[in-house]
Nanobody, 123 residues
Framework: QVQLVESGGGLVQPGGSLRLSCAAS????????MGWYRQAPGKQRELVAT???????NYTDSVKGRFTISRDNAKNTVYLQMNSLKPEDTAVYYC?????????????????WGQGTLVTVSS
């Protein structure tokens, strides 16, 4: 079983910065893509950014130039550096990852979600 633990959310003023972290633990054989999603009140969950094992990144248009996703493969951790935050960035942010769990002779695909961390941008 794979668990994701997020940290780094909080209250920040418009124009401020926050850095989210998400660490994966458990019986991990390999991790493929890692990503961040968010869900604002009354809205559907949306993709924010993803990063592949090779480091290729993808961002939703509204965060391009302001957010940066990165990962530390040795630590099975993904980060989201958020700069120039706006009130419309207020949401619960979730990390997601997929890959293989188990041992070499007993591998199983997984797709895991974190519990979410609240980011509030307000003056």
């Amino acid at each position: 079983q794979v668990q994701l633990v997020e940290s780094g959310g909080g209250l920040v003023q418009p124009g401020g910065s926050l850095r989210l972290s998400c660490a994966a633990s458990g019986s991990i054989f390999s991790i493929y893509a890692m990503g961040w999603y968010r869900q604002a009140p009354g809205k559907q969950r949306e993709l924010v950014a993803t990063i592949t094992g090779g480091g290729s990144t993808n961002y939703t248009d509204s965060v391009k130039g302001r957010f940066t996703i990165s990962r530390d493969n040795a630590k099975n951790t993904v980060y989201l550096q958020m700069n120039s935050l706006k009130p419309e960035d207020t949401a619960v942010y979730y990390c997601n990852t997929d890959g293989l769990t188990g041992s070499l002779y007993s591998l199983k695909a997984f797709d895991a979600w974190g519990q979410g961390t609240l980011v509030t941008v307000s003056s």
